[in-house]
């Protein structure tokens, strides 16, 4: 069972993480992203972390470099679901992950999607 | 990180199962979704098991129950994602998920939950 399933959800991309993060993991998971981005031509990823309980150092830095991927494919990448004891935990850990726009769930963060490709002007990501 | 959330989709609930179900889990996932079908008043359940690459008859048996949950509190279950050979196995174990609804993958899910709710004559459901 070790594959982290990316859910097209409408015009946007669906990653919910609830399995430890390990290496081969974490490059299974960019390579299924980056190439689900470019079939469905999705506009955003939202990643959800509700279900980790913790977050390292590790998994900051890899969520920094699938947001980064997503952004030079021309994807918005939205984290969700944070727990408080995770947002404590990265800026103790010195990471405030920069260049990722976060929401409290993923309804939150569809929104976010919206809101930001409708002031890009996009005329496809009009409901 | 063993819990699997319960993630909310507009009007409907998402659960992505990606690790394996033990009777722990399940009843912690039971009390997650029914508790959350009480407080958003969620109409449609999504189950996706595109993760999984064996379904066994615990794993089908439990799907049952929690769709059978969701009915008696008024939500229908679309369980998506299935993979060709967790299909073939189910019918194999003689499991056919009579009362479960299906769906190749979340949009259709969604638009299976939305036409049945169309139907039912529901107009908080229409978009």
Redesign the interface.
Same mark, same amino acid.
């Given at each position: 069972?070790e594959?982290?399933?990316v859910?097209?959800?409408?015009e946007f991309l669906?990653v919910?993480i609830?399995?430890?993060l390990h290496d081969e993991l974490v490059m299974s998971l960019q390579d299924d992203l980056t190439s689900r981005i470019e079939r469905t031509h999705a506009k955003g990823v939202l990643i $959800?972390i509700?279900?980790?309980?913790?977050v390292d150092s590790f998994i900051g830095r890899t969520l920094g470099h699938i947001a980064a991927m997503a952004r030079v494919m021309d994807a918005t990448t939205v984290l969700v679901?944070m727990r408080p004891a995770v947002a404590i935990t990265l800026v103790e850990l010195g990471m405030s992950l920069h260049g990722i726009r976060t929401a409290l769930?993923? $309804?939150k963060g569809?929104a976010l999607l919206r809101r930001s490709l409708e002031d890009a002007g996009d005329p496809s990501s009009l409901p």
């Open positions: 069972m594959q982290i399933p859910l097209k959800l409408g669906l919910s609830q399995v430890e $959800d509700s279900a980790l309980e913790i679901g769930d993923v $309804d569809m």
